[in-house]
């Protein structure tokens, strides 16, 4: 089992940023590759950015490439999300997960997320 707790949401102004904090219980965190996900009101839930395990490939969805920056540090078993210029569309839950290095693609682990709200 890996346990996974999000932090640093909230609410901030257009243009502003937040850093996404997951911290991670549980297994050893370096087999894990982590990824965030968001989940607008009425809206499915959609993915943001991954990482792999040991941190050598990063990977964007086209609406945030540029802007937000995904990282982790398998000392402190925590990944990060760092958003920059965020828009009122970036509003969401977002959630941190965790998928087994094996299978990337394959999240079998998730918190409990964080509400980040973007006024305009």
């Known amino acids: 089992q890996v346990q996974l707790v999000e932090s640093g949401g909230g609410l901030v102004q257009a243009g502003g940023s937040l850093r996404l904090s997951c911290a991670a219980s549980?297994?050893?965190?370096?087999?894990?590759?982590m990824g965030w996900f968001r989940q607008a009101p009425g809206k499915e839930r959609e993915f943001v950015a991954t990482i792999s395990r040991l941190g050598a490939s990063t990977y964007y969805a086209d609406s945030v490439k540029g802007r937000f920056t995904i990282s982790r540090d398998n000392a402190k078993n925590t990944a990060y999300l760092q958003m920059n210029s965020l828009k009122p569309g970036d509003t969401a839950v977002y959630y941190c997960?965790?998928?087994?290095?094996?299978?990337?693609?394959?999240?079998?682990?998730w918190g409990q997320g964080t509400q980040v709200t973007v006024s305009s």
């Open positions: 997960a965790a998928a087994w290095f094996a299978t990337p693609e394959k999240y079998s682990y």
């Open positions: 549980g297994r050893t965190f370096g087999n894990y590759a």
